[in-house]
């Protein structure tokens, strides 16, 4: 296990709502990242925090937001679900860079209704 | 614009056979890494093997062996005497040095089914 963890494990929301994903990174890692996984398709990445701050950024719309907190813990937040923002969402965290390995957590499965 | 493809969408084979799985990458950085990290029906994305660009040298753990060819763009991944325990879907990845971050670019993944 690489002592990433996340929550909920599943969640059903329905168009409109919003939500919030919880990740936890490994002890000693000071980078937390996020990707979401469409079924059947490879991790596409969301962002990057890094101290607090935002690192990077993938394509995706504003309403994907991100918070890292001082103990390096982190949260997703997605406004105004859409049916497209089903997937699994994945928290990875790492030391920072670029040669560093992410190591994953177990995922949210977010079904949005 | 960086790429990772692997164009073996899923191979089947039976328990002992080895299995080769292709990863073909894109970038324009001249420092870079691959990946390989393997997804079980659980979810969670295991990671293998990092290896970065100026490394060339063939890596083997096991039963796992990479071989990594620049001049191919390639980074293939073998498993000898396949068991059943090792059915997952096998994502290939690259992380770029065109940034600050170390996001990483993954393929669309290879299906492995060992079959008893």
């Known amino acids: 296990e690489t002592g990433v963890t996340q929550s909920p494990t599943h969640l059903i929301k329905t168009r409109g709502q919003q939500v919030t994903l919880r990740c936890s990174s490994q002890?000693?890692?000071?980078?937390v990242s996020w990707y979401q996984q469409a079924l059947g398709q490879g991790p596409q990445f969301i962002f990057q925090?890094?101290?607090?701050?935002?690192?990077g950024r993938g394509n995706f719309p504003p309403r994907f937001s991100g918070l890292q907190f001082p103990n390096y813990s982190s949260e997703l937040n997605v406004n105004a679900l859409e049916l497209d923002d089903s997937a699994l969402y994945l928290c990875?965290?790492?030391?920072?860079?670029?040669?560093?390995?992410?190591?994953f957590g177990p995922g949210t499965r977010l079904l949005v209704l | 614009a960086q790429k990772v493809t692997q164009a073996q969408t899923e191979i089947s084979v039976v328990e002992k056979e080895d299995v080769t799985l292709d990863c073909v990458y894109e970038?324009?950085?001249?420092?870079?890494?691959l990946f390989w990290y393997k997804q079980p029906p659980s979810g969670e994305l295991v990671f293998l093997i990092r290896?970065?660009?100026?490394?060339?040298q063939n890596e083997i753990s096991g039963r796992y062996s990479w071989n990594f060819q620049k001049s191919t763009s390639s980074f293939n991944f073998t498993i000898t005497a396949s068991q059943v325990v090792d059915s997952a879907v096998y994502f290939c990845?690259?992380?770029?040095?065109?940034?600050?971050?170390?996001?990483?670019?993954f393929g669309t993944g290879t299906l492995l089914a060992v079959q008893p």
């Open positions: 290896r970065n660009s100026f490394d060339e």
């Open positions: 002890s000693g890692h000071n980078t």
């Open positions: 990875a965290s790492s030391s920072q860079g670029m040669k560093e390995t992410q190591y």
């Open positions: 990845a690259l992380s770029g040095y065109g940034g600050a971050t170390n996001k990483l670019i």
């Open positions: 970038t324009r950085d001249t420092t870079y890494y």
């Open positions: 925090y890094y101290r607090e701050e935002e690192n």
